[in-house]
């Protein structure tokens, strides 16, 4: 980056606080090398049917680590997740938001989702972010239990794995999420601006999932990237 470049980004490259407790320093430079090496494999891959699930919503989650690493697996989760989730989402508007829609009707979409073999929350968040960016998060593990560490509720670790309560275990991160995303709303807002000037638009949801994620991975493999000292973020 050039100096003038990292003059006109500095003041959105400032500390991200967040409502859970993170601070995550030099947000701006972790996401452009997160985005620089992934948005092509995920997120710059456009949505032809956003009330569909189509094939290719499940071919793209392998790049997000959803372990659908064979065809009669990725075959088997894209038609089971066509047919349960396609009458749910014709329900829910394309640029629902999760600062303004209750969350019932997400956790309807992760139960019925969940009900697919092979699919618990990750999986289907990782499919459903793609149906409704701004309204899903990626639950993923690492997420999850960030959140649920903050909560003081990791006893519900081992419910994520029963498809029969996995849903509404996913509550609880989901609620927390919800909290930051309003709390860092003006910031997000800002970073969502800065990568979109750099040509990767992503939603504030996204973004914030994504800082959650480089901070709270235990391999830092983003984080440390940068760091003569790692420990600041």
Not at 15 to 44: C, H, K, M, N, T
Not at 101 to 114: H, K, R, T
Request: include cysteine; aromatic fraction near 8%.
């Amino acid at each position: 980056m050039s100096h003038q470049h990292w003059i006109a980004w500095a003041p959105v490259n400032r500390d991200l606080r967040l409502a859970s407790g993170a601070v995550i320093s030099r947000p701006f430079d972790l996401l452009r090398a997160f985005f620089a090496e992934e948005w092509a494999y995920y997120d710059g891959i456009a949505d032809p049917s956003p009330s569909h699930i189509v094939p290719l919503d499940v071919v793209v989650t392998v790049s997000v680590n959803s372990f659908l690493n064979s065809a009669s697996r990725i075959r088997s989760v894209h038609r089971g997740l066509a047919e349960v989730c396609d009458p749910l989402l014709a329900e829910i508007s394309d640029d629902a938001d999760l600062r303004s829609v209750a969350s019932g009707p997400v956790v309807e979409l992760l139960d019925a989702a969940c009900q697919v073999k092979w699919v618990l929350v990750p999986v289907a968040a990782k499919v459903l972010h793609r149906k409704r960016p701004s309204l899903i998060p990626m639950l993923d593990t690492v997420v999850s239990d960030y959140y649920l560490r903050t909560a003081g509720r990791l006893d519900l670790r081992a419910a994520r794995e029963d498809k029969r309560r996995a849903a509404a275990t996913a509550q609880v991160p989901l609620d927390a999420f919800r909290h930051d995303l309003e709390d860092a709303w003006r910031r997000l807002g800002e970073l969502r601006s800065a990568l979109a000037g750099e040509g990767w638009p992503v939603a504030e949801l996204r973004i914030l999932e994504v800082m959650i994620w480089m901070w709270a991975d235990p391999l830092r493999q983003y984080v440390q990237l940068f760091d003569d000292d790692r420990d600041t973020v």
